[in-house]
C-alpha cells in the first residue's frame, strides 16, 4: 500500500473512532445554553441570535431528518452532527500532522518502516490527543458552533499544505480558491476560522519567497492581517453598508421597492466580477483572475446569510431582530442588540460619563426607510488606550478593586490595565484554560480566583500544593470528583518537545504554527477584552489555539524518538519514544477524561424547561429572561410540540422594537400580547427610553392615564433634554391598577384560599429611572389583559426588571404568577417562608406534573446540571416542605421530602448543597422517615467534615483566602441547622457527631 493510501486510510480510522466516541458519550437531548435556540432555529430554519449562523443551521437541518420524524430524537440526531464534525476535525489535523513531519522530517534514501512509522504515530498522537481534550470534547457532543468552527480551521490549514506541496504544478493555485469557499462558508458557522488568515499568509510567503528576510515576513505578516480585516469588516459588514446606502437610494429618491437598491448592486457586482475574470483571463493577469476569483468565492460562502434575509421576511415565531430588510440586516450582523467593549480606547472603571453620542440610523416604514438618531456611545472624563478595566457594572468595580489591590477612593492608573490584562485576562481566562487541557484541571466549578474551583491541576502534589494548598488533605468527594483530572503535565511536554524539534529543523513552519497559535488563543484574549465574572467558563473560544498545540504534540511524537535515540539502540528508542508519546497524550487524556465527558446518561436540562412550562396554567404568557429559562423551552416548543399554548416572552429581548410588535403576534395554540400601544409610537428612535421627571403628584398614577402620558405626542406631555429635544417622560414612580374583584374570581384568576386576599387597587412602584419598550409591554399588558390570561413570570428574572411587580407574584413552583393579592405585613411571612405562595400547586407540581432529568443515579453531573439541582433542592422541595410543616400538613411535607430523597442526586457536589437540603431532612424526620432522614444526614455530614479539613488545611497554607470563607461560613451553619434539627428528632447518634464537629469548628475559628 502506497504512503498515500495509508495515510488517507489512518486518518480516516481516526475520524472514525473519534465519531464513535463522541457519538457514545453524546447528549441525548438538548444541554444548556444556547443548543436549545440553535436546535429549535435549525429544525425549522428560523434567524437564531446575532450575529447568525445560517450555514450551521441549515447543515444541522439535515441531521435533523435522520430522526425519521420523532421529534423526541431530533436534538440527538443534530448533536451527533457535532459529533460527525468534530470526528472529521480529527481526520484533517492527522493529515496535517503528517503533511508536515513528513516535510520535516528528513526522508532516508531508502525509506524504512521506521520513517513511515514515525509519521503515523505523530499524526495518531496529536490528532487523538486533540480528540480527547477537554475543550474539543465538550463542544463535540452538543449541537453548538464550535465543533463546526473547529473543522472548518481544520480543513483550511490543511489544504494550504495540501497546495504548499503542489504550489509549483499548473492549476495548484485552485486550493488557495477552495480555502477561500470554506472561509466564505465559516462566515456562517462562526467567525473564528478567520484568524488562520495571518498563518496561511505565512506559507504563501515562505513557498514562493526564494528569498526569506525580516522585511519579506514583516510585509505578508501585514498582508494577512489586511486580509483578515477586509473580510471581518469589509465583507461582512461594510459590503452590506454600502448595499444599504444604494438601497436608501432607491427607495428614497428613486421611489422604487424595498431591496431594489440590493438587486441593482448584486447585478452589478456580478456583472463586474464576471467582466473582471473574462478580461484578466483574456489578458493572461494571472494575479488578479486568481485574486478576484477569492474574492468571488468567499462571497459565494458567505451567500449561506441569505437565509437569514429570507427567514426573516417569513417572520417565524423566532426571528431575532427582524431582519426583512437592510439596514436591520446591517445591525443584525453589527450584534446591535449586544454591548460592545471598548478595544484601543475606552474608560476606566470608575470613568464618569460627560456626554452621549449618537449616530443616524435607519428603520423601514410602509414604503421608505425613515432616518432616526440613536444612541452610539458615552463619552468619559477620563479614558485610556487599551482599556481592560472598562466595565461601570457594580459587581465588576468591586472585582477590579480587589484584584489590582486598589484602596477605596484610589483611582486606576494606566499600568493597572496591564496588570489586570496579563493577571487576569492572559493568565486566568486564557493560560489556565490552555492548562486545562494539557496538564490537568481541579474540577469543573465555575472558577473565580478561588484555591478550590476550577483551577488546573497536574497531578504532581507537591507543585499542587505548593499552589493551591490542601492537596494532602483532599476529601474523598475531591479525590473521587469524575472532573478531577491530572496528565502530569505529559501532554504539555509533548507539545514542547514537539515545538523545539520543530524549531531545529524548520524554522518557517515554526513561525506558521506559532502565528496560528496566537491569534487563535492570545488575539482572540484582546479582541474579546472580557470583563470578570463571566456567567460561564469561556475556554470554547480558544480551541483552535488548542488545534493549533495539537499539532506540536503530534510532532513530539518524533522528538522523543529522537531524544531516547540518544540512549538506546534504534529499534528499543522507536518503541519507547513511541510508546511514551502514546501514553503521554491520547491515553491519558482518554483515561482522565471519559467520565467527565459523557454526557449520554444527561437529560435535566430539557426536563427543567418542561417544568417551567407545566408550572403555567393554560393559555399563559410566561416572561423569560434569557439562556437556561428560554432556550431549553423553545427547544420544547419547537421541536417537541410542548405546551404550545404558552407564549413565552423575553422580557431583556422587549426592549428592542422588533421584539415588542413579535410579542403582538399569535404563536401555535398561544395568542398574543394584548398590548395596543400602536407600532408607530415605539419604533426604533421613538420612545427607546422615558426618563422620569418628579412632579412630586403624591398619589399613584392609574396605568391607562400613565400610558396615555407616555404615548402622547403632545409637546404639553414632554420635556426637553439638554441637546434640546422634545421626549417624553413619567412623571411618577407610584402607579396603580384598579382590580374588578368578581371578574377575578370569576375568572379564576387566584386560587381558592387567595380570594379573600383580593385587593381592589394594584399599587407599586417602578424602581427605575426610566420605562423601557419592555416596561410599556408590561404596562399595556397590565392594563388590557383584565385577568384573561395567566402571567407568569420565571423565577430566574432579577426583581429590578419586573417594573415592582415581584410583591404581586405568587410562587407556583420554577415561575411565579401575578396574581391581584396582598398580605398584611405582619403576615408577609409565615414562619420564614413568604406567604405569597400557592402551595397547592406547588405540591400538585412537584408530585405529578415535574421531572428531574437522570440526576439520581447519573454517575455525572456537569457544572451547570448540578448546580441546578442544588438549587431546586433548596427552593423547590426544601421551601414546598417548610411551608407544608408551618401549615401542619406533616404528611404532604413527608411527600415532599420523599420525592426529593427518590429524585435529586445521591452525591453531594457543593457544601451549599449541605445547607440546602436541611428543610429536606427536617421533612423527612418530622414525617417518620427517619431512616431516609439518617442516610441524607450522615451523606453530608461526610462531605462537610472532610471538606473542612481541607478548608482548614487552606487557611493554615495561604493566607489571602477570599471566596473560600464562604465556602466556611456555610459549613458551620449547616452544622448548626442540623444540631436544631436533630435535637427536634431526637437523634442522639448523630447530634453526638455533629457536637463533636461544632466543639471541633470552635476550636478552629472562635464561634459559638
Known amino acids: 500500500m502506497t504512503y498515500n493510501k495509508l495515510n488517507t486510510l489512518l486518518g480516516l480510522t481516526c475520524g472514525l473512532v473519534a465519531t464513535l466516541v463522541y457519538i457514545a458519550t453524546v447528549e441525548k437531548t438538548v444541554s444548556w445554553w444556547d443548543c436549545g435556540e440553535f436546535i429549535a432555529c435549525a429544525y425549522k430554519l428560523e434567524v437564531a441570535h446575532q450575529p447568525g449562523a445560517p450555514l450551521f443551521l441549515l447543515i444541522q437541518n439535515i441531521f435533523s431528518n435522520l430522526a425519521l420524524g420523532k421529534t423526541g430524537q431530533i436534538a440527538y440526531w443534530m448533536n451527533i452532527g457535532s459529533a460527525v464534525c468534530s470526528g472529521l476535525t480529527v481526520t484533517f489535523l492527522f493529515w496535517t500532522i503528517t503533511a508536515i513531519a513528513r516535510k520535516v522530517l528528513k526522508k532516508p534514501e531508502e525509506p524504512t518502516f521506521s520513517y513511515f512509522l514515525q509519521l503515523y504515530v505523530a499524526g495518531i498522537v496529536g490528532a487523538m490527543a486533540f480528540c480527547f481534550s477537554d475543550t474539543f470534547w465538550y463542544s463535540a457532543v452538543e449541537s453548538e458552533v464550535y465543533a463546526m468552527s473547529s473543522l472548518c480551521t481544520a480543513v483550511v490549514f490543511w489544504a494550504i499544505l495540501k497546495w504548499e506541496a503542489r504550489a509549483d504544478q499548473d492549476g495548484s493555485d485552485r486550493w488557495l480558491v477552495f480555502i477561500a469557499f470554506v472561509m466564505g462558508l465559516s462566515i456562517g458557522v462562526h467567525l473564528l476560522n478567520l ?30 492581517i489586511l486580509v483578515l480585516a477586509a473580510i471581518l469588516w469589509g465583507v461582512i459588514q461594510w459590503l452590506v453598508g454600502f448595499a444599504s446606502k444604494i438601497d436608501l437610494l432607491f427607495v428614497n ?72 430588510n437592510v439596514f436591520s440586516f446591517l445591525g443584525y450582523l453589527g450584534r446591535e442588540q449586544y454591548t460592545r467593549e471598548p478595544l484601543m480606547k475606552g474608560p476606566y472603571y470608575d470613568s464618569k460619563p460627560i456626554d452621549v453620542k449618537s449616530k443616524a440610523g435607519y428603520r423601514k416604514d410602509e414604503s421608505s426607510y425613515t432616518p432616526f438618531m440613536q444612541f452610539d456611545k458615552y463619552e468619559f472624563d477620563r479614558e485610556t488606550i487599551f482599556p481592560r478595566i472598562y466595565s461601570q457594572d457594580a459587581n465588576h468595580q468591586a472585582y477590579y478593586k480587589s484584584y489590582l489591590q486598589l484602596k477605596e477612593g484610589e483611582q486606576p492608573q494606566f499600568s493597572d490595565n496591564f496588570k489586570f490584562f496579563f493577571h487576569f485576562q492572559l493568565r486566568e481566562m486564557y493560560a489556565r484554560y490552555f492548562l486545562w487541557n494539557f496538564v490537568g484541571r481541579q474540577n469543573d466549578r465555575q472558577g473565580y480566583g478561588t484555591y478550590t474551583d476550577g483551577n488546573w491541576l497536574s497531578g504532581v502534589k507537591t507543585l499542587d500544593n505548593w499552589r493551591l494548598g490542601g492537596q494532602y488533605d483532599l476529601s474523598e468527594s475531591q479525590k473521587n470528583d469524575p472532573s478531577r483530572n491530572t496528565y502530569f503535565f505529559l501532554p504539555l511536554l509533548l507539545g514542547i518537545g514537539g515545538a523545539i524539534w520543530l524549531y531545529r529543523n524548520n524554522k518557517s ?7 496560528l497559535f496566537v491569534f487563535t488563543g492570545i488575539a482572540i484574549v484582546v479582541y474579546l477584552n472580557q470583563t470578570p465574572l463571566q456567567p460561564r467558563e469561556r475556554d470554547y473560544a480558544y480551541a483552535g489555539s488548542f488545534y493549533a498545540f495539537a499539532i506540536w504534540i503530534g510532532l513530539g511524537a518524533i522528538a522523543i524518538v529522537r531524544f531516547f535515540k540518544r540512549f538506546l539502540h534504534g529499534r528499543y528508542a522507536l518503541a519507547a519514544g513511541l510508546s511514551f508519546a502514546l501514553l503521554g497524550g491520547p491515553i491519558i487524556l482518554a483515561h482522565q477524561n471519559w ?32 439562556d437556561h429559562d428560554t432556550f431549553p423551552l423553545w427547544y420544547l416548543q419547537e421541536v417537541e410540540g410542548v405546551r404550545q399554548d404558552v407564549r413565552i416572552v423575553v422580557l431583556s429581548y422587549l426592549t428592542g422594537d422588533w421584539y415588542m410588535q ?17 407600532a408607530e409610537k415605539t419604533k426604533k428612535g421613538i420612545r427607546d427610553y422615558i426618563p422620569f421627571v418628579d412632579r412630586q403628584l403624591g398619589e399613584a398614577v392609574d396605568i391607562q392615564q400613565l400610558l396615555q402620558f407616555v404615548t ?46 383580593v385587593v381592589s387597587t394594584m399599587e407599586w412602584e417602578i424602581p427605575g ?58 403576615q408577609h411571612t409565615v414562619g420564614s417562608v413568604s406567604a405569597l405562595v400557592d402551595v397547592e400547586a406547588l405540591y400538585d407540581n412537584i408530585m405529578y406534573k415535574y421531572n428531574w432529568g437522570n440526576t439520581k443515579n447519573a454517575a455525572y453531573l456537569d457544572t451547570d446540571s448540578f448546580r441546578f439541582s442544588s438549587m431546586y433542592a433548596r427552593d423547590i422541595f426544601g421551601k414546598t416542605a417548610r411551608l407544608l410543616l408551618e401549615k401542619g400538613q406533616v404528611k404532604q411535607a413527608g411527600e415532599i421530602a420523599k420525592k426529593a430523597y427518590d429524585q435529586l442526586p445521591e452525591r453531594v457536589y457543593a457544601m451549599s448543597d449541605a445547607i440546602n437540603y436541611a428543610d429536606i431532612i427536617d421533612s423527612l424526620y418530622r414525617s417518620g422517615h427517619r431512616h431516609l432522614a439518617g442516610n441524607v444526614v450522615d451523606r453530608n455530614l461526610d462531605y462537610v467534615s472532610q471538606n473542612m479539613e481541607y478548608l482548614h488545611q487552606l487557611v493554615l497554607d495561604k493566607k489571602n483566602l477570599g471566596f473560600e470563607w464562604s465556602e466556611i461560613q456555610t459549613a458551620l451553619d449547616s452544622v448548626d441547622r442540623y444540631r436544631n434539627i436533630l435535637l427536634e428528632a431526637n437523634d442522639s447518634k448523630r447530634l453526638a457527631r455533629v457536637d463533636g464537629l461544632r466543639k471541633q469548628y470552635q476550636q478552629w475559628y472562635g464561634t459559638e
Open 195 to 224: 484568524l488562520a488568515i495571518p498563518a496561511i499568509a505565512m506559507v504563501v510567503y515562505f513557498r514562493r519567497t526564494s528569498t526569506i528576510n525580516l522585511r519579506g515576513i514583516i510585509k505578508a505578516f501585514l498582508l494577512g
Open 253 to 324: 429618491s428613486l421611489g422604487l421597492g424595498f431591496g431594489s437598491g440590493i438587486f441593482f448592486l448584486c447585478l452589478l457586482l456580478g456583472s463586474a466580477m464576471v467582466y473582471g475574470l473574462f478580461y484578466s483571463h483574456k489578458k493572461h493577469k494571472y494575479t488578479l483572475n486568481t485574486t478576484l476569483l477569492v474574492f468571488c468565492f468567499i462571497l459565494f460562502g458567505y451567500s449561506s446569510y441569505t437565509m437569514v434575509l429570507i427567514r426573516g421576511q417569513a417572520n417565524p415565531s423566532l426571528n431575532n431582530n427582524a431582519p426583512d
Open 509 to 515: 513552519y515554526t513561525f506558521v504554527l506559532s502565528l
Open 595 to 626: 467520565d467527565d465527558h459523557n454526557r449520554s446518561e444527561k437529560s435535566l436540562a430539557r426536563d427543567i424547561a418542561r417544568n417551567y412550562l407545566e408550572t403555567c396554567a393554560p393559555n399563559a404568557i410566561l416572561f423569560t429572561y434569557g
Open 662 to 678: 413579535q410579542a403582538k403576534q399569535p404563536t401555535y395554540q398561544a395568542g398574543g400580547l394584548p398590548i395596543t400601544i400602536p
Open 712 to 757: 402622547s405626542d403632545n409637546p404639553d406631555y414632554k420635556v426637553q433634554l439638554n441637546s434640546g429635544k422634545l421626549e417624553n417622560y413619567f412623571p411618577s414612580k407610584k402607579v396603580k391598577l384598579t382590580v374588578d374583584k368578581e371578574e377575578v374570581i370569576k375568572k379564576n384568576a387566584v386560587p381558592t384560599y387567595f380570594r379573600d386576599a
Open 769 to 826: 429611572d426610566n420605562l423601557t419598550r419592555a416596561d410599556l409591554t408590561l404596562l399595556s399588558l397590565l392594563e388590557n389583559n383584565h385577568w384573561d390570561r395567566p402571567i407568569y413570570f420565571s423565577n430566574m428574572l432579577p426583581n429590578d426588571i419586573m417594573l415592582g411587580l415581584d410583591k404581586y407574584l405568587v410562587n407556583e413552583g420554577f415561575a411565579s404568577r401575578l396574581m391581584p393579592v396582598a398580605v398584611p405585613n405582619e
